[in-house]
């Protein structure tokens, strides 16, 4: 699926992230409000990250993290790297973390 980045107002690697955290917490937010299990976690000197659980299977969870890409995009990425949705794209990163770590038939 193509992302269209043309507007330039995307948040960008080379330009402050502000707090990262606040990305986190808004992705967490969101998935609580579909009633998915959602905590940020921070640890000192590392990157903080959003623990996602399915609630009707608690073995379906990941930790999302933020990362850039090579063009200085910031994203919500999967803990195995791959992009899930822009950081300004919240619900677009919510629902498609409800695909993926969803039920069939729920």
């Known amino acids: 699926m193509a992302?269209?980045?043309?507007?330039?107002?995307?948040?960008?690697?080379?330009?402050?992230?502000?707090?990262?955290n606040r990305h986190l917490e808004a992705l967490a937010e969101r998935l609580r409000g579909e009633g998915?299990?959602?905590r940020v976690i921070v640890s000192a000197g590392q990157a903080g990250l959003v623990r996602v659980v399915n609630p009707y299977a608690p073995p379906l969870n990941d930790d999302i993290r933020l990362g850039a890409d090579v063009a200085g995009l910031w994203w919500f990425r999967w803990s195995f790297g791959d992009r899930i949705?822009?950081?300004d794209n919240v619900d677009i990163?919510?629902?498609?973390i409800i695909q993926v770590l969803g039920c069939p038939g729920r």
Do not use: I, K, T
């Open 3 to 20: 992302e269209c980045h043309g507007s330039g107002r995307h948040a960008r690697a080379d330009l402050p992230l502000g707090d990262p």
């Open 36 to 38: 998915w299990y959602a």
């Open 85 to 87: 949705a822009h950081v």
């Open 93 to 96: 990163a919510a629902a498609r």
